[in-house]
């Protein structure tokens, strides 16, 4: 029974877009087309963990008139970022984290310098939650309010935060660029490194006042995060987040928003 019941709760997680990692991207890119029509002319892209380009070469492909930042603070995955994109004119790339202030700081990798998508600035999650032999390196840190200060940015159409676990430093280094609604898009991935950095779902919700905050599933829809019950809302298995501003002039295809709430035995 046990055994029948996990399996039946790994499919409905899944359902509303809980571990359900697809490594083809398949749900990112339905997203970035939906997004291609909706977006300024020459839309500016921060992809924040940028790692070796997975994430800028969809952006490139599905809205070609992008204009690009990409950070990457480790050296192995920034070289092969380098190579990735050396002909193309439209991307910025900067070897830092982004986190809450500037600094130095440890960014921790697997044993032996792979570059992998896994690097955090969280200590434990190469050993506690993949098993694997930590290494660690001295990496500068700057602030999205600092960063769009120095290079006169005015407006991020689209900002993508994937940094395994400091995702909330990432915003609270931001907060200037979102109180001034510069911010108009999100996508952020959260998952179980949340647990070693102690961040809810609701920190995101709360630092993101005048978005509404959804889940991305498989399908390309979205699921309504904003009167989920906590239940269904702080999940730790991986998922992409999306916040959108919560003024009515981006509707997307959402499964639950008349429904939010009401599942699970809720009045």
Same mark, same amino acid.
């Given at each position: 029974?046990?055994?029948?019941?996990?399996?039946?709760? =790994?499919?409905?997680?899944?359902?509303?877009?809980? +571990?359900?990692?697809?490594?083809?991207?398949?749900?990112?890119?339905?997203? $970035?087309?939906?997004?291609?029509?909706?977006?300024?002319?020459?839309?500016?892209?921060?992809?924040?963990?940028?790692?070796?380009?997975? /994430?800028?070469?969809?952006?490139?492909?599905? #809205?070609?008139?992008?204009?690009?930042?990409?950070?990457?603070?480790?050296?192995?995955? /920034?070289?092969?970022?380098?190579?990735?994109?050396?002909?193309?004119? !439209? #991307?910025?790339?900067?070897?830092?984290?982004?986190?809450?202030?500037?600094? =130095?700081?440890?960014?921790?990798?697997?044993?032996?310098?792979?570059?992998?998508?896994? *690097?955090?600035?969280?200590?434990?999650?190469?050993?506690?939650?993949?098993?694997?032999?930590?290494?660690?390196?001295?990496?500068?840190?700057?602030?999205?309010?600092?960063?769009?200060?120095?290079?006169?940015?005015?407006?991020?159409?689209?900002? =993508?935060?994937?940094?395994?676990?400091?995702?909330?430093?990432?915003?609270?280094?931001?907060?200037? &660029?979102?109180?001034?609604?510069?911010?108009?898009?999100?996508? #952020?991935?959260?998952?179980?490194?949340?647990?070693? +950095?102690?961040?809810?779902?609701?920190? #995101?919700?709360? *630092?993101?006042?005048?978005?509404?905050?959804?889940?991305?599933?498989?399908?390309?829809?979205?699921?309504?995060? &904003?009167?989920?019950?906590?239940?269904?809302?702080?999940?730790?298995?991986?998922? !992409? $987040?999306?916040? $959108?501003?919560?003024?009515?002039?981006?509707?997307?295809?959402?499964?639950?928003?008349?429904?939010?709430?009401?599942?699970?035995?809720?009045?």
């Amino acid at each position: 029974m046990v055994r029948l019941s996990r399996a039946i709760l =790994k499919i409905g997680l899944r359902g509303v877009g809980v +571990s359900n990692f697809d490594p083809s991207q398949s749900d990112q890119r339905r997203f $970035l087309l939906q997004l291609e029509n909706r977006l300024r002319r020459n839309p500016v892209v921060f992809d924040i963990g940028a790692n070796r380009g997975q /994430f800028a070469k969809l952006v490139r492909e599905s #809205i070609p008139d992008a204009r690009i930042h990409a950070f990457e603070p480790n050296p192995h995955a /920034f070289a092969d970022l380098e190579r990735a994109f050396s002909r193309d004119s !439209n #991307i910025a790339l900067v070897q830092a984290a982004m986190g809450a202030e500037c600094r =130095k700081a440890f960014l921790f990798d697997y044993e032996g310098g792979s570059g992998s998508e896994h *690097a955090s600035l969280v200590e434990g999650v190469i050993d506690e939650i993949h098993g694997g032999r930590p290494e660690r390196m001295q990496v500068e840190v700057a602030t999205i309010d600092s960063y769009v200060a120095e290079q006169e940015v005015d407006w991020i159409d689209l900002l =993508k935060i994937d940094v395994e676990g400091s995702e909330m430093d990432v915003l609270n280094g931001a907060t200037q &660029t979102i109180a001034r609604d510069a911010v108009h898009v999100l996508q #952020i991935e959260f998952n179980e490194m949340h647990v070693l +950095s102690r961040t809810f779902v609701r920190d #995101i919700m709360d *630092a993101l006042p005048r978005h509404r905050v959804y889940r991305l599933l498989r399908s390309g829809e979205l699921f309504d995060l &904003t009167n989920e019950r906590t239940v269904l809302r702080e999940l730790y298995g991986y998922q !992409n $987040l999306i916040a $959108l501003p919560d003024d009515g002039a981006f509707d997307p295809p959402t499964l639950n928003r008349n429904t939010a709430g009401r599942d699970l035995g809720e009045p």
